[in-house]
């Protein structure tokens, strides 16, 4: 089975600052590991996401996440945050070979304050 | 629609009443999947379907909660005798293939907003 830890649930940040979400994550096995982000009044959409390769992976907006398999992590960070980055985060894993049931860790709610 | 589509948006219900909640999801996609998500929990795996079946149920919480999906395309998720803890926003996302293929992304709609009185 496999589990997902994000280690804060609220993460207040000033615009312009950089900010970094933390994930870490438990399996037995290989695992695929993805950021989704919540917008308010918004369903989820899926920011970034790790599978094979390069450890680093980007979003198009900015975000970057980088897969430490020895510490289990797929922090999330940006090294400038806008007003519009206001949002919840979550951090999710899937078996490989499965069938993309997704574990979601709890979630953090990044606010960006002016 | 271009997304999925979940219906009611707000469900307010007394204790012990059915509801229903629907699900369209994104047309041609084959696999699907319900979640819950209340107030600091995250996101809970409820069930997933492959086309009309549902090969994993293990997330379901109780007898009270059943899903059935017709034609591969429309879900719907009942909650019998609801209690207050079944308050929450229910989540149904799809996406474009089954089986061993799992690097895709899910789409998930805007969730049913399900209140216990």
């Known amino acids: 089975a496999q589990s997902v830890t994000q280690l804060d649930s609220q993460v207040p940040v000033f615009e312009e600052a950089p900010v970094e979400l933390r994930c870490n994550y438990s399996s037995s096995v290989s695992v695929y590991l993805f950021w989704y982000v919540q917008y308010p009044n918004q369903g989820l959409q899926l920011l970034l996401k790790?599978?094979?390769?390069?450890?680093l992976v980007e979003s198009i907006n900015g975000f970057e996440a980088e897969f430490n398999k020895s510490q289990t992590s797929f922090h999330l960070r940006k090294p400038s945050v806008h007003i519009s980055d206001t949002a919840e985060y979550f951090c999710a894993v899937t078996r490989v070979g499965g069938y993309n049931k997704l574990i979601f860790g709890a979630g953090t709610r990044l606010a960006v304050h002016p | 629609g271009a997304g999925v589509s979940q219906s009611p948006s707000n469900k307010v219900t007394e204790k012990g009443k059915d509801v229903e909640l629907r699900c369209d999801p994104i047309s041609g996609h084959t696999a699907l999947y319900w979640y819950r998500q209340s107030l600091g929990q995250g996101l809970e795996f409820l069930i997933y379907?492959?086309?009309?079946?549902?090969?994993?149920k293990s997330g379901l919480p109780s007898d009270r909660f059943s899903a059935e999906r017709t034609g591969g395309s429309v879900s719907t998720l009942t909650i019998q005798r609801t209690q207050q803890e079944d308050s929450a926003v229910y989540l149904c996302?799809?996406?474009?293939?089954?089986?061993?293929?799992?690097?895709?992304?899910?789409?998930f709609g805007e969730g049913s907003r399900l209140t216990v009185l």
């Open positions: 996302a799809s996406r474009t293939s089954g089986g061993g293929d799992n690097t895709g992304e899910l789409f």
């Open positions: 379907f492959q086309g009309n079946s549902a090969p994993d």
């Open positions: 790790y599978l094979s390769g390069s450890t």
